[in-house]
């Protein structure tokens, strides 16, 4: 396969678009609709409703945390083999929760051996995609995004119809299937090799480059701190709602309105980050700012329609800063390093997503409402978007900044390879 | 409203008489132990002070000054009848009967006769004492007289109670004209309920207790004028919930049915399971496949072990009260382990299906180009050795040329 000095941006990209769609859509839309299975598992193990939520907890931690792992073997094996392993690793933990007899089972089987899967998944997909897109990365990052929102919609009637049909037994053997599909999306990863590869070294060595990498650290320090107030409102909006004497259906109604606005939001983003001449890293700011702004107005809104509009608000910015965050990434630290990157990224922001629902719920047990940790939230996020402003080329225009890294790292480090047909 | 005195009489016990001036003193019905009273009001007058004294006791009396039903303008004395209060023993019943005789001859003797007409009591052993210490549940319902559809009170009961029912009704005519009466079910209930009246608001109460399961039921008031109007209070035991899906489990999985109502407190929980419509008790003494328990009183759990395909079908639960018993059943459907298995392996192999295609097309692709490839270089190498040729024989054609020339 010929090295390519630039990456496609089309042609088998869009495929490895619809393989990063349906791979959030299995990852993520899956965990983010278990919550139907969660009545049945209290039920059937006579345990208490928190413990059994645990097993998502104990799932998504284990993939965020993985994910320098999923990278590092992408880095050395390519994604394709990684993913497929991944893949098979997340549905059988699937299958075996199938057979599970007590909590304790369900978390070794969907928390860690699933975890581990998606790990094995998500991160490198992600990377894959945007070393092949460069000018378009923003709008192929939220179209991929818009897996995850879609699915939630379908999933949750899904799973309920499986439940009512199969019982939680049978509804986990056919979800292990379902995500058996996650195979066949690391098939479509076709390897690319770039010409700044060769140049970045193995995973020991990109590892110990972004450690000391000015730019890259403030990176992740801004997203920990978008992580930390980005899922509280997912977890408290409708306690909130009933707080302010809200019924259970227009509350619900007013999710389901944010998770569209969301949607259109990643899309739109994507659309824009690629349409504009701005670094991308200004639009991060930009939304990540709004989303601050937004979510600290949540308590100061009384009327009905004061809340519909910030919750749009607050649905289209927050997911207008995915896909941008992403794409930020292939500019700070070129394409070769985009897995490590990632990996590591995930990692330290996962932190961030721990510790935040459990401090707004603290907040609220503290405060007795829900004003304070919405505050909090806000300024977490107005922090992060802070941070943010200090990267490289903030106040600049120029967006080659990609062509000026692979430059920088060719010229200190090997020859170019000599040009030649059909090299593998 | 001169002239127009208040009669009406308040019984404890449960009893009340009405008493019409002007009804022939017919034969006096006595079947009665518990204490009257009765008398007569001035209009407009406060509760007479035999009322204050008798309230001490645990009776209830009419407030207020009311439109008497008779058409006697001149005032009645007042009479007051000492009110037996419960006795421990059934006092002799010719004492009883030669008391009211005397109070009767009394009354006549004075020449105003209203004669007391009073009502039969059943002549219950739950009156005595020892209920007293029963709670006392009091419920109204209202009507008027443009009331569309009959008003319903569902009442929840599990427990023997002392029970209160009154019913009021707002009508523009005539109060007087209004009939009043009480029904259980169909049953025309006997006339031991008081009626009261004031300005145009007309109340009746109704009371009783409930001991057993017998008593309970539906009982109605009826107003009748041109219209009927009917309220009803319908006694219930509570009901019990269960799941309205059906459980699925699978063969040699356990399950655990659960049972449970509001607020309630049964003396018993039984289980019956059912295949089409009898009601079978579950062998409990099968340690090993079925355990009951239940961790609070309202609430009941079957836990079934071992399961099989022979154990499907219905399950009732049933909950025992002193008043009653209510049941709900629950839906267990077993299936065993091939029924999601087939889909799960059509979806694995459609997976594995797409995967092959997949790789089988990639490397379709790479060998086409690689074969493009191999062509395009053996074009260029063949140009390269044409361009080598050409020159060659240019050279050779200029020495041939300058050989020549020469």
């Known amino acids: ?424 | 409203m001169g002239g127009r005195a208040q009669f009406w009489v308040g019984l404890g016990c449960g009893e009340s008489v009405s008493r019409e001036q002007g009804r022939a003193a017919g034969p006096l019905l006595l079947r009665l132990f518990s204490r009257v009273a009765s008398l007569e009001l001035a209009s407009g007058a406060g509760p007479p002070a035999s009322m204050r004294r008798d309230s001490r006791h645990r009776h209830w009396f009419a407030e207020g000054p009311a439109l008497v039903r008779t058409a006697a303008d001149s005032p009645t004395t007042m009479r007051t009848f000492p009110c037996l209060r419960g006795p421990p023993a059934r006092p002799p019943l010719p004492l009883v009967l030669l008391c009211f005789l005397a109070a009767a001859r009394t009354s006549l003797a004075d020449g105003h006769p209203p004669a007391l007409t009073f009502t039969s009591l059943p002549a219950q052993e739950e009156m005595l004492a020892k209920y007293s210490n029963i709670s006392l549940e009091s419920h109204n319902i209202s009507l008027t007289e443009h009331s569309d559809v009959p008003v319903e009170k569902n009442i929840t009961l599990q427990r023997p109670s002392n029970i209160e029912l009154t019913c009021q009704f707002t009508t523009s005519g005539d109060v007087h004209s209004v009939n009043v009466t009480w029904k259980k079910g169909d049953e025309q209930l006997e006339n031991n309920y008081l009626i009261n009246a004031t300005g145009s608001i007309l109340y009746t109460r109704y009371m009783f207790t409930i001991i057993n399961s017998e008593q309970m039921g539906s009982y109605s008031c009826f107003f009748q004028e041109e219209k009927e109007q009917r309220g009803t209070f319908n006694f219930k035991v509570p009901e019990l919930h269960g799941k309205n899906k059906p459980l699925i489990t699978y063969v040699g999985d356990s399950t655990v049915l659960i049972c449970k109502c509001e607020e309630c407190f049964p003396l018993n929980w039984t289980w019956y399971s059912s295949n089409e419509s009898v009601q079978v008790p579950l062998d409990v003494q099968m340690k090993d496949k079925y355990v009951i328990s239940g961790k609070h009183a309202n609430e009941t759990r079957l836990k079934i072990m071992h399961l099989s395909e022979e154990d499907q079908g219905s399950y009732w639960c049933h909950a025992i009260f002193q008043l009653g018993e209510s049941e709900d059943h629950v839906e267990l459907v077993v299936l065993s382990y091939l029924v999601p298995l087939k889909p799960f392996l059509a979806i694995a192999a459609e997976v594995v299906l797409l995967v092959t295609i997949i790789l089988l097309c990639e490397m379709y692709f790479q060998k086409k180009k690689h074969t493009d490839d191999g062509k395009e270089f053996e074009q260029i190498e063949q140009l390269k050795s044409d361009d080598s040729n050409g020159i060659e024989n240019n050279a050779s054609r200029h020495r041939k040329n300058e050989s020549a020339g020469q």
Not at chain 1, 75 to 85: I, L, N
Not at chain 1, 150 to 175: D, E, K, M, N, T
Request: one cysteine or more; glycine letters at 10%.
């Open chain 1, 1 to 424: 396969m010929a090295r390519r000095a630039e990456p496609p941006d089309g042609g088998w990209g869009w495929m490895v678009v619809l393989a990063a769609f349906f791979q959030s859509a299995l990852v993520f839309g899956v965990l983010r609709s278990f919550g139907v299975f969660f009545v049945e598992f209290v039920a059937a193990f006579e345990e208490q409703a928190a413990r059994v939520s645990w097993i998502t907890s104990i799932g998504i931690a284990v993939q965020q945390f993985g994910s320098p792992v999923g990278s590092a073997l992408s880095t050395k094996f390519g994604p394709r083999p990684v993913v497929m392993a991944g893949a098979i690793l997340a549905s059988l933990g699937m299958l075996l929760a199938s057979f599970a007899t007590s909590l304790t089972h369900l978390y070794l089987s969907i928390g860690l051996l699933s975890g581990c899967g998606w790990a094995l998944t998500f991160t490198p997909t992600l990377a894959c995609l945007s070393r092949y897109f460069s000018r378009r990365r923003s709008l192929a990052m939220g179209l991929a995004l818009t897996g995850v929102g879609l699915s939630s919609f379908a999933f949750a009637p899904l799973f309920q119809w499986l439940l009512s049909h199969y019982g939680w037994r049978g509804a986990l053997l056919l979800v292990s299937a379902f995500s058996l599909h996650l195979v066949a999306c690391g098939a479509l990863l076709r390897p690319l090799s770039l010409t700044e590869d060769s140049a970045m070294g193995g995973p020991g060595a990109q590892l110990a480059f972004l450690l000391c990498h000015g730019p890259f650290l403030r990176y992740t320090v801004a997203l920990t701190l978008i992580n930390t107030g980005y899922f509280i409102p997912y977890v408290h909006l409708v306690a909130h709602l009933q707080d302010l004497g809200w019924d259970p259906l227009p509350a619900a109604f007013l999710l389901s309105v944010t998770a569209i606005s969301d949607l259109t939001g990643r899309v739109v983003s994507g659309w824009l980050g690629d349409a504009v001449p701005w670094p991308v890293a200004r639009l991060l700011t930009l939304w990540t700012a709004l989303t601050g702004v937004s979510l600290a107005l949540f308590p100061v809104a009384q009327a009905p329609t004061a809340l519909v509009t910030l919750a749009v608000a607050y649905g289209f910015t927050s997911g207008a800063l995915t896909p941008v965050a992403f794409s930020v990434l292939p500019d700070l630290v070129g394409n070769g390093r985009i897995y490590c990157g990632l990996g590591l990224v995930q990692m330290v922001e996962s932190i961030g997503g721990l510790l935040g629902a459990p401090l707004s719920g603290y907040l609220r047990d503290v405060t007795g409402n829900y004003t304070a940790s919405f505050v909090v939230a806000g300024a977490f996020l107005l922090a992060g978007s802070g941070v943010l402003i200090t990267l490289p080329h903030f106040c600049s225009s120029s967006t080659s900044k990609s062509q000026d890294l692979v430059i920088e790292a060719l010229d200190t480090k090997i020859p170019l390879p000599k040009e030649g047909l059909g090299e593998d």
